[in-house]
């Protein structure tokens, strides 16, 4: 079975810190992994979306990287700021148009 | 483009009444899912179609829900009749067909409450 786990499901930080957020996936086959982020009450907004074939993704303070070997995506997150705090949620394709596997997502919350 | 658009935005029903949600996707694209949003089972995917034809509907609960895509415009999911447990937030996603990214893009939601 195809799963996606995100660890850990709540993250406290003050601001200005820089923090990771991880995505583990348990078939490494994938063709694609995004990184959504949601605000209570709204829908999914895209982030990123790294291809297999690539290691990493850049977008302002955001660097979302892929390992499949290891089964494992981070998103980074530099100087992070109160505006920042949401539900992270990453995402996992096996084809190139098909259905995707979500993760539970990351709440994170960051304190001026 | 003004993205995926979904309508209604919230639905407070009551138990046994007919419940449908709408979703328009961004043109050009070829896939359009539904997922299921709640705080116990997370988001879940329901149906989805490619050129309006459906592809999986693995995921739909019950014979009381139904969706239909009649052109590549237009989606709509029905429950018939809802029940206090379908109480989620409903949302509508497109992404284009093979050959480009394939990046996922999602509507605002239609937040459903039963009565």
């Known amino acids: 079975k195809q799963e996606v786990t995100q660890i850990p499901a709540a993250l406290s930080v003050p601001e200005g810190e820089n923090l990771v957020l991880n995505c583990s996936f348990t078939d490494s086959a994938i063709y694609n992994l995004q990184w959504f982020r949601q605000d209570p009450g709204k829908g999914l907004t895209s982030l990123l979306l790294i291809q297999s074939s690539q290691r990493e993704q850049t977008s302002g303070r955001l660097n979302a990287s892929l390992d499949k070997s290891s089964g494992r995506s981070t998103l980074y997150i530099a100087a992070s700021q109160p505006g920042d705090s949401a539900t992270y949620l990453c995402a996992v394709s096996y084809t190139n148009a098909g259905k995707s596997t979500f993760g539970d997502g990351t709440t994170l919350t960051v304190k001026p | 483009d003004a993205g995926v658009i979904q309508s209604p935005r919230h639905e407070v029903t009551e138990m046994g009444q007919e419940v449908t949600l709408r979703c328009k996707p961004i043109s050009g694209h070829d896939y359009l899912f539904w997922y299921r949003q709640t705080m116990m089972r997370g988001l879940e995917l329901l149906i989805y179609f490619n050129n309006n034809v459906p592809i999986d509907d693995s995921g739909m609960p019950e014979d009381r829900f139904s969706a239909k895509m009649p052109n590549a415009s237009f989606s709509t999911l029905k429950i018939q009749p809802s029940e206090p447990r379908d109480s989620a937030v409903y949302f509508c996603?497109?992404?284009?067909?093979?050959?480009?990214?394939?990046?996922?893009?999602f509507g605002e939601g239609s937040r459903l409450t039963v009565l």
């Open positions: 996603a497109s992404r284009p067909d093979g050959g480009f990214t394939g990046e996922l893009f």
